[in-house]
Structures are given as C-alpha cells and as structure tokens.
C-alpha cells in the first residue's frame, strides 16, 4: 500500500525560533504534487504549501518553506519565525499515483508554539 | 474566497438512524470530497464526485452513501448509524483534480452516535 508517514505526532517550538516537520512518502511516480495543509484548533484546514515533484527548487511561501528530497521520498515543512498563530494539526499529503482524483494524508504532527 | 459549508457543526444521533451530512460549495467546483478524521489517523477519504450525479469510492466507503444532485452540494449519508461512526467528517472541495489542486475543506461535522 502507498502510504505517507508524519513520524512526530507532536512538537514544540519557542515564538521567534524554527521548527521542521517532517514527512516521507512512498510512490513509483515521476511527477505528482505533494501538499502541507494546517488544521488550526476549531478552524478550517487550509492548504499551507504545494510542491511540484518535477520542480528542482524547494516552494517557499513566506514564512514557510519545504525541504524536498526526491530520491529520497522526504518532503519536510520549515517554519521559520514561529508565531503563536501557527499552532494547530499539519498534515501531508500526497496522490497515491498519477492522476489519481484523490489524496493521501499523513496522520499529522500537532505544532505547540510557546510564548 | 470559497466558501464550504456545512449543514451543522455537532450532531448527535442515535444507533440505527439515518443521518445526512450536508456541504455546499459556492465556488462552482467540479470536484467534492468526504473524509472522515479520528485522532491519530489523519483524513481518510469516504467518497468524491468530481460530477454531478457521478460518484467514486474512497478509501472507507462501507456503511455510507453519498448523493450529488446538483453541482454545489454533496451529501453523505449513513443508512443506520454505528458508534463506531462516530467521527468528525470533512467536506471539501476543488475546482481541477486535488492531485495538483488546492482543496477547501468545510469547518467539519462532529457526529457523535449514541
């Protein structure tokens, strides 16, 4: 079975500083997205990042960043500058195979940012 | 903004009823998801449409159905209603396949089964 793996359920950041959330997945495809959505507490999930497989260069949207490692299978969201708004539930997520009309997720790391 | 929304926010049931989820989407998206997220398992998909009338299988189907009369709205429902139904369910939505696409995910539906 193609599966996703969020091998920390929970962590911890201090305000200001940088955290990284990783995430492994596994596919035979060549070229696929992978997505970081956020879940914060009694809110909508909203998508946070997109990663085209093709694409040489790491997404970045503002304060977050992936670290994608293709041969790997290795797609780590950074979040640099934490603010307390960035608590919540992250998923990933990824399609199980090419052009599949559907996505996997992670089982999600909960971010605690303190003050 | 697109906007996802659902019929209700908690809902309590008992064992054995029929219960309907209700999502409206009023972005005008081809396709419309059912998921179902329990702690420690993340989102596991129910059912999608990615037409109306047209429906597909997810990764849990059994014990549900869903309904897409008309673009916007995508209803699941649960024929006799479980505990171990009980769950929050996610609707979402997206204009091209979420396999490249963003998706818009509703506020969810805490359904809790007696």
């Known amino acids: 079975a193609q599966t996703v793996t969020q091998s920390q359920p929970e962590m911890s950041v201090q305000e200001a500083e940088t955290v990284t959330l990783s995430c492994t997945y596994d596919?035979?495809?060549?070229?696929?997205?992978l997505f970081w959505y956020k879940q914060p507490p009694s809110r909508q999930m909203i998508l946070v990042i997109r990663?085209?497989?093709?694409?040489?260069q790491n997404a970045t949207e503002n304060r977050f960043s992936v670290n994608f490692q293709k041969a790997a299978k290795s797609f780590s969201l950074k979040i640099s500058d934490s603010q307390l708004g960035d608590a919540a539930m992250y998923f990933c997520?990824?399609?199980?195979?090419?052009?599949?009309?559907?996505?996997?997720f992670g089982k999600g790391t909960k971010l605690t940012v303190n003050p | 903004d697109v906007k996802v929304t659902q019929s209700s926010r908690y809902l309590v049931k008992r064992t054995g009823e029929k219960v309907f989820l209700e999502c409206v989407q009023d972005m005008d998206h081809e396709n419309m998801f059912w998921y179902r997220q329990d702690p420690g398992l993340g989102l596991r998909l129910i059912y999608f449409?990615?037409?109306?009338?047209?429906?597909e299988k997810g990764d849990i189907p059994e014990g549900y159905s869903v309904s897409r009369e008309k673009k916007e709205r995508f209803s699941l429902i649960l024929e006799s209603a479980s505990t171990n139904q009980t769950s929050m369910y996610l609707c979402?939505?997206?204009?091209?396949?979420?396999?490249?696409?963003?998706?818009?995910f509703g506020p969810g539906t805490r359904l809790t089964v007696l």
């Open positions: 997520a990824y399609p199980p195979q090419g052009g599949s009309e559907k996505l996997v």
């Open positions: 979402a939505s997206s204009l091209h396949g979420p396999h490249t696409d963003t998706q818009y």
């Open positions: 596919t035979s495809e060549s070229d696929y997205y």
């Open positions: 990663q085209e497989a093709y694409k040489q």
């Open positions: 449409s990615y037409d109306v009338k047209m429906k």
